[in-house]
């Protein structure tokens, strides 16, 4: 089974939730940090790095001898990566998508595709939780790429459950953390800005297709409008976790909330069997 | 800006979400009375939610294309589907292929080579971008369609719309509203800015975001401004980060303690400087003017 843990808006507490609920669980599972913007899991998990690799976009390198000038592949890249100039095409990297395009469309066959590095992928591991995080370099522009990357470990496959911290927001990076889930959790928290941005999350996951649920982060902070909202929508809310600032602070020093205060563990444990009965599409006490 | 009759463009950003990003940002608004903004958050854009707009301008926003396959002349030959580099293809039960438009990137490879030309390249709708007015001045702001692509395009766009209002407006500020982040969007809204603001918190997490967001904002060799948020959560930190942020090139210019009125003003949709108690106010007041004072 594979779950995203998703929001709307940035710092409604996704990653807090990943982590905790991982080590809530007690047994082998597989986290993807698909925040490679910000990749911050192993700051709380702090496992142990197994496995380094650069994660890598094929961009396209021209041989001049072979080159004649003719503007085939500039012509042809939708994303102006390339410019002929003086007869010289010039390659843009962080403009290429990788789509391969001018060196399959290249006349006189002078493009190759080569390894252009954008970030880089780890493989960390601590007790029973392993985890592969992407992180884009600074000044690298596509994250989509890295995602891909990490979704697309041969470790994934190995494993029947993995959790995935998706990026904030609507857009193409967490459609494709999204996209190939069983479920997703979205966290938000009672918020005017939580709610809008709620909004904005419910409709990408349906774009996306899967099933999902929300928990209520920093409940009792801001106001009932957002488990109103989830009410009228049918949207199940399958925990609420209380603005403490006792799990703010332990937070803050990138301390596992669930080891530190038992009583949060049995609350992760309720909120684990409320996913599990929601991913096999069953029904389950709404938490009050 | 004071003194100066040139726009100066401020962006906020963040780095990591959730950090009061916005929220500074409509305090600032309530400061400066001369001013546009732009709301570059065009993923999650939350800054009309306390500016109340009135839209006077919507224009639909265009970027690239998408490949759209037509059913009644696909053969099922399954060609142009090996060279996809994004799998995007789909076999339907028909035997014919189709595209899923969230995966596709729009690179037209397939619509090039599929043999019986099945393969539509269409304009790609994803949003639409706004002019409003306000209590504080006039706004740019969008929305990006939900699974949209956010290439940093459509900030760009923002911007430049913004900036021009400015001139015309004969405003000294453009203050945006930064997109959470480092990649396309995040590189789009500080190219080229004036001075670039960033709302930190005092956890791991917020420190190592705030390191990466500001060896990016190096790269553009923009100021940098740093403040932290709820800063007695962790007050060890906080310290950390000023003495972090003091050996860099970038200015420390003060902190905001953990408030919960904050939320009640954005709950009433105003400005935290419409409903702060003076005492509140002051933190912010103090951190504005240290960010025109540092220069
Ligand atoms: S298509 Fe090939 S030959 Fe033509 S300009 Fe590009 S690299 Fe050179
Ligand atoms: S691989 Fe595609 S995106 Fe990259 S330069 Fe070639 S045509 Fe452009």
Redesign the interface.
């Known amino acids: 089974m594979k779950i995203a843990i998703a929001s709307g808006k940035g710092g409604t507490g996704k990653t807090f939730f990943s982590v905790n609920l991982a080590h809530s669980l007690d047994r082998e599972l597989l986290l993807l940090d698909c925040d490679v913007e910000e990749p911050n899991v192993n700051l709380f998990l702090k496992g142990e790095l197994v496995e380094q690799r650069d994660s890598t976009l094929l961009v396209p390198q021209v041989d001049l001898d072979l080159c004649d000038g003719c503007r085939v592949c500039a012509d042809f890249c939708q994303f102006n990566a390339i410019a002929v100039i003086r007869g010289v095409p010039l390659i843009f990297e962080d403009l290429c998508h990788g789509c391969g395009g001018c060196t399959l469309f290249c006349p006189q066959k002078a493009m190759d595709d080569t390894p252009h590095k954008i970030g880089v992928i780890s493989h960390y591991h601590k007790g029973k939780i392993s985890l592969i995080e992407g992180r884009l370099d600074v000044g690298k522009a596509l994250a989509v790429p890295v995602i891909r990357d990490v979704k697309g470990d041969k470790e994934v496959a190995k494993h029947p459950l993995v959790i995935l911290d998706a990026p904030p927001g609507t857009s193409c990076p967490v459609v494709w953390s999204l996209s190939g889930c069983d479920l997703a959790i979205l966290v938000t928290e009672g918020t005017p800005f939580g709610l809008h941005d709620l909004k904005l999350a419910v409709e990408t996951v349906r774009e996306v297709g899967i099933p999902f649920g929300v928990v209520v982060n920093r409940d009792g902070l801001g106001d009932e409008r957002v488990v109103t909202y989830c009410q009228e929508e049918n949207i199940p809310v399958v925990g609420k976790i209380p603005n403490d600032r006792e799990i703010a602070t332990l937070y803050a020093q990138g301390k596992i909330v669930v080891d530190e205060l038992p009583h949060y563990r049995a609350l992760f444990t309720q909120i684990w069997e409320n996913i599990a009965s929601l991913a096999k599409g069953g029904r389950y006490e709404r938490v009050q | 800006m004071k003194g100066s009759n040139k726009l100066e463009e401020l962006v906020i950003l963040?780095?990591?979400?959730?950090?009061g990003k916005?929220t500074l940002t409509s305090a600032f608004a309530a400061l400066s009375d001369s001013l546009v903004l732009a709301d570059c958050d065009v993923?999650?854009a939350?800054l009309h939610?306390i500016l109340n707009p009135t839209i006077v301008k919507r224009e639909p926003f265009v970027e690239?294309?998408e490949a759209i396959v037509d059913p009644k002349l696909c053969t099922g030959c399954g060609y142009s589907a090996n060279?996809c580099?994004?799998d995007a293809f789909r076999k339907e039960d028909d035997g014919t292929y189709s595209i899923d438009t969230?995966?596709c990137?729009?690179?037209?490879?397939c619509v090039?080579?599929c043999p019986a030309s099945a393969i539509k390249f269409e304009e790609r709708h994803c949003g639409h971008w706004m002019v409003s007015k306000t209590r504080f001045g006039t706004l740019v702001h969008a929305h990006?369609q939900?699974?949209?692509?956010?290439s940093?395009k459509l900030v760009t766009l923002v911007r430049k719309e913004a900036r021009k209002i400015a001139l015309e407006e004969g405003k000294k500020l453009l203050l945006v509203d930064g997109?959470?982040?480092?990649?396309?969007p995040?590189?789009s809204s500080v190219t080229g800015a004036d001075k670039v603001v960033l709302v930190t918190?005092?956890?791991?997490?917020?420190l190592?975001?705030l390191e990466?967001v500001s060896?990016?904002a190096a790269?553009f060799e923009i100021p940098v401004y740093v403040c932290v948020n709820?800063a007695d959560?962790?007050p060890k930190?906080t310290k950390e980060i000023e003495k972090s942020v003091k050996e860099s090139d970038n200015k420390f210019v003060g902190t905001i303690p953990?408030d919960?009125a904050l939320?009640q003003a954005?709950?009433k949709?105003l400005s935290p400087m419409e409903y702060l108690s003076a005492a509140g106010r002051n933190h912010i007041e103090k951190l504005w003017e240290n960010i025109w004072e540092t220069n």
């Open positions: 963040s780095g990591k979400g959730g950090t916005t993923d999650a939350d939610l690239g294309n060279f580099r994004f969230i995966r990137e729009g690179c037209g490879v090039r080579l990006l939900a699974a949209g692509e956010n940093g997109p959470p982040g480092i990649g396309c995040v590189i918190e005092p956890s791991l997490s917020g190592h975001d990466r060896r990016l790269n709820k959560i962790a930190l953990y919960e939320v954005q709950i949709g």
